[in-house]
């Protein structure tokens, strides 16, 4: 059962466009969310975040949205650039402070064109 | 955020044998965790390691196929022992920084023939 999706693959974007990732979530009980952007032959780099109290985070070039009656949130990054073409990992959490657990999406490719 | 740092950081073994991953901290932490991550998939969570007590499994995962040791808060190791094919993956070790978020270290890209 995969409680936390990422539909799209992958995304292709032009430079200084918005890129929009999507990830949906079944279980309810996740209250923290976390994006991170993974380059080959690399360790995940945490990137942004948020708690089930908010509806919006932003930090600098990123906003996380979540949308908690629909189970959905989204990483917006306004102007996309090339150095942002990576898989990016949508993650959520049960019981924050509690077991520390992440559960992974599958991963977006996003791919920024000069 | 913490600094972490994993060694090997790949390596090619034959099947049979048994690897051991270490992971290093630059500061003092009570949870580490070991993820996976196999070819075109997800990241997985294999196991808690706390100081000073038995390694929490998930699902799926036994101690005796990945042995981990926490000798203190700022180390960790995790075997891949009796290695198969299966089990070329990408092993990360995490910890928890300020509030609820989870750090990465750089992986072991592990291939086994």
Redesign the interface.
Known sequence: DQQVKQNSPSLSVQEGRISILNCDYTNSMFD?F?W?KKYP??????LI?I?SIKDKNEDGRFTVFLNKSAKHLSLHIVPSQPGDSAVY?C?A?LF??N?????????TTLQVKP | ?AV?SQKPSRDICQRGTSLTIQCQVDSQVT?M?WYRQQPG?????IA?ANQGSEATY?SGFVIDKFPISRPNLTFSTLTVSNMSPEDSSIY?C?V?GI?????????T?LTVL
């Open positions: 923290y976390l991170y032959a690399e360790g995940p780099t945490f975040s708690s990992f993650a959490k924050s402070g077991t520390g657990k992440l559960i992974f999406g599958q991963g | 955020s972490i949870m965790f998939q997800s990241l997985t969570l808690t998930e990360l995490s928890t509030g609820d978020t989870q750090y990465f270290g750089p992986g890209r």
